[in-house]
C-alpha cells in the first residue's frame, strides 16, 4: 500500500527526515511513536505531498506508484486521507459543506454526523470555537465520508475525554473497516476481488487508543531516523518503563 524509501525531507532549509525506510502493506495498521520534534507529523504531511515539506532525496510509492511529485489533491483522489493533529479554522466554510464536497461514499453524512456526535456541528464554521475533542471528531467525520485506502491519523486521541476515545476508537476502526480486534470486515469476494485493503499509520504518544484500535506494528523516530520497529504493543512497554534513550539504545546494540 505504501512503500518509503530511502526519505529524506527538509522543512525551512532544514533536513528534518534523514533517510527513512518504511512499508506498509495492504491491511495492515502501524503506530509511530518518537520524542517530541523528532519528525513523525512531517512524516504524515509529506506522504500527503504539502508544500513546505521538500523532499530532498528518495521516493514514495503508493499502491505501487511513484507519488513523490503528485500534488495533495491527486494523493487524495489516489485514496489517502489524513486527520490533523491541529487542522485549521476556516470561517466562512460549514462542515456540512466540507464533508458533503469529500464524500466518495454512499453512507449518507447525516448518520456519520449523528454516530459522532456531531449533528449539531454541520451548519458550523469549520473548528471554529470547537473544542479539542470535538474538533478530532470532526477530522473523523472528513476523513469517514473521504473513505481513503490509507489512513494516516496524527495524535487522534490527544485532547480526547475518557468516553470520547472509546467513539473515536469505533469509529477509527470504521473507517479502516477493521473490528475492535483489528480483523478487516467486509471480505466478500467482491471485495477481495478488487482487492481493496484499507491501511493506516497512526501517530500516539500516549497508546491509549491502541487498547482501542489494533496496531500490526510500531515505529520508533528519534531525530528523523527510524531507531526500532517490531511489536507496537512491546516497544510501548518498554518506552514507558526506561524511556526513549534506552530504547533507542537496545535498537542500536540490536543492530549490532
Ligand atoms: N514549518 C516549520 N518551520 C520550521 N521548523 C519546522 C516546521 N515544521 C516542523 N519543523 C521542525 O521540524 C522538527 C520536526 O517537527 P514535527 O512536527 O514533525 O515533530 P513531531 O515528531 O511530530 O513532534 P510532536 O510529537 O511534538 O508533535 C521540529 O524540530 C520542528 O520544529
Redesign the pocket.
Given at each position: 500500500m505504501l512503500y518509503i524509501q530511502n526519505l529524506h525531507v527538509e522543512?525551512?532549509g532544514?533536513e528534518?527526515i534523514h533517510g527513512l525506510n518504511l512499508e506498509i502493506r495492504p491491511s495492515e495498521v502501524h503506530c509511530l511513536l518518537?520524542?517530541?520534534?523528532?519528525?513523525?507529523?512531517?512524516?504524515l504531511m509529506t506522504i500527503m505531498g504539502f508544500s513546505?515539506y521538500k523532499v530532498t532525496k528518495g521516493n514514495i510509492f503508493f499502491k505501487g506508484t511513484d507519488i513523490t511529485q503528485l500534488s495533495v489533491d491527486e494523493r487524495v483522489k489516489m485514496g489517502i486521507g489524513i486527520s490533523f493533529?491541529r487542522p485549521p479554522s476556516i470561517p466562512g466554510v460549514k462542515l456540512l459543506q466540507l464533508v458533503e464536497l469529500c464524500k466518495r461514499f454512499k453512507k449518507d453524512v447525516m448518520s456519520m454526523a449523528q454516530e459522532l456526535n456531531l449533528v449539531d456541528f454541520l451548519e458550523r464554521d469549520i473548528n471554529v470555537g470547537f473544542s479539542g475533542g470535538e474538533i478530532k471528531r470532526s477530522e473523523l467525520l472528513q476523513l469517514w465520508a473521504q473513505n481513503p485506502d490509507l489512513v494516516l491519523l496524527d495524535?487522534p486521541e490527544s485532547g480526547v475525554d475518557v468516553e470520547n476515545i472509546i467513539l473515536i476508537g469505533r469509529i477509527i476502526n470504521k473507517i479502516l473497516e477493521r473490528n475492535e480486534l483489528g480483523i478487516p470486515l467486509g471480505e466478500t469476494r467482491a471485495e477481495i476481488k478488487k482487492k481493496r485493503r484499507k491501511s493506516g499509520l497512526v501517530?500516539t504518544?500516549t497508546g491509549t487508543i491502541l487498547n482501542y484500535v489494533h496496531a500490526d506494528k510500531g515505529h520508533v523516530?528519534v531525530e528523523g531516523r527510524l531507531a526500532c520497529s517490531g511489536n507496537p504493543y512491546e516497544i510501548f512497554r518498554y518506552i514507558r518503563e526506561k524511556g526513549y534513550e534506552e530504547c533507542v539504545k537496545c535498537a542500536w546494540q540490536a543492530r549490532r
Open positions: 522543512v525551512e532544514k528534518v518518537g520524542p517530541n520534534g523528532s519528525g513523525k507529523t512531517t512524516l513546505g493533529q495524535e501517530i504518544h523516530l
